[in-house]
């Protein structure tokens, strides 16, 4: 893998290779034993994915450079090029970019001698969400085939369901789509099912955030809770081991009730803390297949308990 951009770079093996990576990291703390620079460039605002790289990149003994859009040189109108190359020239070996437009890695394609991941393209893709969501679902199912997703909420502005409907489906899932009028995107071709069936009938609901940001007029969302969104009696209608799910942020009373976020069926903070050790499994993968490091350049991180 040359850069991290979409889930269809990989094969299905390819997929569960990288989850059980992020599980190993999970489990074992690892650090890399020589200097290597990552910078984490977000042209929009984020809180999970950021940090999450963040932590994973300490967690790994790589160094983190400091960018902030809003303080950087794009004020003086410097390009997305012209920013992922400088940080090139100055030492990054790797690059992790969140940028508004849908096809922001098509202006640095072939022209950067780097690792890139995508931490978000526009409406397009979210890759290392779908991946951090792949390995929640795994954790409580230990597979895909036959599981019942239903993707719930603004489906027409979310990368998030972009990238999850083609991974779910070729691993086996059975996925379907709810959402309210003029939030449907008819560009994915999966059926569309009622609120109340996708509670019913699902194992995984996957919520979605209203993206306002994204919207060209202002969304009246008063009765979206009571009309679409995850009340405490529809919750109640769930299957026993049913999860729910959210990529987050949460609009608390409006996709979901503020009660249920932290309920026992919610998997919501734990797909968090899977972010981490996904985003450590993605960025090790891309150096371990550009040749910057090899499995020799892993040390074990000694814990205190080691140390004593
Ligand atoms: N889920 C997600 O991408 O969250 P952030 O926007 O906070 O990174």
């Known amino acids: 893998m040359r850069n991290f951009i979409s889930v269809d770079q990989l094969s299905n093996k390819e997929i569960y290779s990288v989850l059980k990576k992020a599980e190993y990291y999970r489990l074992k703390d690892f650090q890399v034993d020589h200097q290597l620079f990552v910078a984490n460039l977000f042209f929009e605002p984020s809180t999970r994915t950021k940090t999450s790289f963040t932590v994973g990149q300490r967690k790994l003994g790589l160094e ?13 109108g410097e390009s ?11 030492g990054a070996n790797m690059l992790v970019i969140r940028h508004e437009a849908d096809d922001w890695f098509y202006q640095l394609e072939n022209k950067l001698s780097i690792p890139i991941i995508n931490a978000g393209a526009g409406k397009a893709e979210h890759p290392t969400q779908c991946m951090l969501d792949l390995l929640t679902i795994f954790q409580e199912f230990g597979g895909f085939q036959g599981i019942k997703v239903a993707i ?23 996925v379907c789509l709810c959402a309210a009028s003029g939030f449907e995107d008819d560009d994915l071709e999966v059926p569309y099912i009622s609120i109340d069936e996708a509670v019913q009938n699902c194992d995984v609901l996957m919520l979605l955030r209203i993206q306002y940001e994204r919207h060209q007029q202002h969304t009246e969302t008063m009765n979206y809770l009571e009309q679409y969104g995850l ?7 769930m299957k026993k081991n049913a999860i729910i799910m959210h990529p987050a942020p949460v609009n608390r009373g409006v996709e979901i009730d503020s009660d ?18 996904i985003r450590m499994a993605i960025m090790m993968q891309l150096l371990e297949d550009w040749g910057i490091l090899n ?14």
């Open 231 to 237: 009340t405490k009696a529809r919750e109640k209608q």
């Open 152 to 174: 719930v909420g603004d489906i027409k502005h979310s990368r998030v369901a972009r990238s999850n409907v083609s991974a779910l489906q070729r691993l086996g899932a059975e």
């Open 260 to 277: 249920l976020v932290e309920c026992s069926k919610s998997r919501i903070f734990r797909q968090m803390s899977n972010g981490v050790y």
């Open 295 to 308: 499995e020799n350049n892993f040390k074990e991180r000694k814990t205190f308990a080691a140390v004593k």
């Open 64 to 76: 983190v450079l400091d960018f902030h859009s809003e303080t950087s040189s794009v004020l003086k």
């Open 80 to 90: 997305l090029y012209d920013t992922a190359k400088t940080f090139e020239s100055i």
